[in-house]
């Protein structure tokens, strides 16, 4: 299985993911400027959601099988799994963890970062398998 991470495919994931997690981390900024932290983590994450299906569907899973419509329920059944895993993360980091370290200043922003980059691999497979299997 870990031969998987070490594919063409997995390195084009993770640049089109990269480009999604700038745009999830960016509207968080701009969200959170209209209400709280913990909505702006998801209103960001349905943002860069749409920016990751539209990027993978485009440039890694290409030869997908899979209807439009198909791959779009099971990559939005993926992101609802690595969007908890996201709010979790980041509201623990935000709200537990930085701050036990002395960490105030862009806590929010560190906070999200780690919350973005966490469920890289879970969705990978999740996508690969499911989304566009």
């Not at 900024?29 to 349905?46: E, R």
């Not at 979790?88 to 935000?94: D, L």
């Not at 701050?99 to 780690?114: H, K, L, M, R, W």
Request: with cysteine; glycine share 6%.
């Amino acid at each position: 299985m870990i031969h998987q991470f070490f594919s063409k495919q997995f390195i084009s994931f993770l640049i089109t993911g990269g480009i999604a997690a700038t745009v999830n981390f960016l509207s968080r900024i701009f969200y959170n400027q209209y209400c709280s932290f913990s909505s702006a983590v998801i209103f960001a994450y349905l943002t860069g959601m749409v920016s990751a299906f539209v990027l993978a569907r485009l440039f890694v899973f290409k030869s997908t099988s899979q209807s439009l419509k198909r791959s779009a329920v099971f990559f939005t059944l993926v992101n609802v799994i690595a969007a908890l895993q996201t709010w979790i993360i980041s509201m623990g980091f935000n709200y537990y963890v930085l701050p036990a370290f002395g960490v105030d200043q862009y806590a929010a922003e560190i906070a999200s970062a780690i919350g973005i980059a966490f469920p890289v691999f879970t969705s990978y497979l999740g996508h690969k398998r499911w989304s566009f299997k």
